[in-house]
């Protein structure tokens, strides 16, 4: 793992992006990686929030991985500031390689540095091999998420 970078991402690593978006079931049914326009206005407005951080992981030139780590100021928890990981996504070939540890990892350090006191993330119901992945990793499953499609 050590030819591995984990980086911002940057214009054109967003095809790539959408693509890993996009490779799974259900992926498959909400992305559009014909049309990178709606990604492309995504990232500008991402890059100019400091509490958005989204990453690419990158082995030998290629996108094989990415995640986009959310920071939220807060007053809950005595005024505690918490992260959110969403969009965890591994390329097929790398899957197994221990690059989505890796990447995880590297959301939780960044939010230590951003002095974090809780890291969260969700996933789809039917994602059962990415629940053990996250519990692996010491997540629990303490909270039951809702979503409200708009």
């Given at each position: 793992?050590?030819?591995?970078?984990?980086?911002?991402?940057a214009?054109?690593?967003?095809?790539?992006?959408?693509?890993?978006?996009?490779d799974?079931?259900?992926?498959?049914?909400?992305?559009?990686p014909?049309d990178?326009?709606?990604y492309?206005?995504?990232?500008?407005?991402?890059?100019?929030d400091?509490?958005q951080?989204l990453?690419?992981?990158?082995?030998?030139?290629r996108?094989?991985g990415?995640?986009?780590?959310?920071?939220?100021?807060?007053?809950?928890?005595?005024?505690?500031?918490?992260s959110?990981i969403?969009g965890?996504?591994?390329?097929?070939?790398?899957?197994?390689?221990g690059?989505?540890?890796?990447?995880?990892?590297?959301?939780?350090?960044?939010?230590?540095?951003?002095e974090?006191?809780?890291?969260?993330?969700t996933?789809?119901?039917t994602?059962?091999?990415?629940?053990?992945?996250?519990?692996?990793?010491g997540?629990?499953?303490?909270?039951?998420?809702?979503?409200?499609?708009l």
């Amino acid at each position: 793992m050590g030819d591995l970078e984990i980086r911002t991402a940057a214009t054109d690593d967003v095809s790539a992006i959408v693509a890993l978006l996009a490779d799974d079931p259900l992926g498959a049914q909400r992305e559009s990686p014909d049309d990178l326009a709606p990604y492309l206005a995504a990232l500008e407005r991402l890059a100019s929030d400091p509490n958005q951080h989204l990453v690419v992981a990158v082995r030998e030139g290629r996108v094989v991985g990415t995640l986009q780590l959310t920071v939220i100021p807060g007053l809950s928890r005595r005024g505690s500031t918490r992260s959110v990981i969403e969009g965890v996504r591994v390329h097929a070939d790398e899957r197994g390689s221990g690059l989505g540890t890796r990447l995880i990892e590297w959301a939780i350090e960044e939010s230590r540095r951003q002095e974090c006191q809780l890291v969260q993330l969700t996933s789809d119901n039917t994602r059962t091999d990415a629940h053990r992945f996250y519990e692996r990793l010491g997540f629990t499953a303490s909270h039951v998420g809702f979503k409200l499609q708009l």
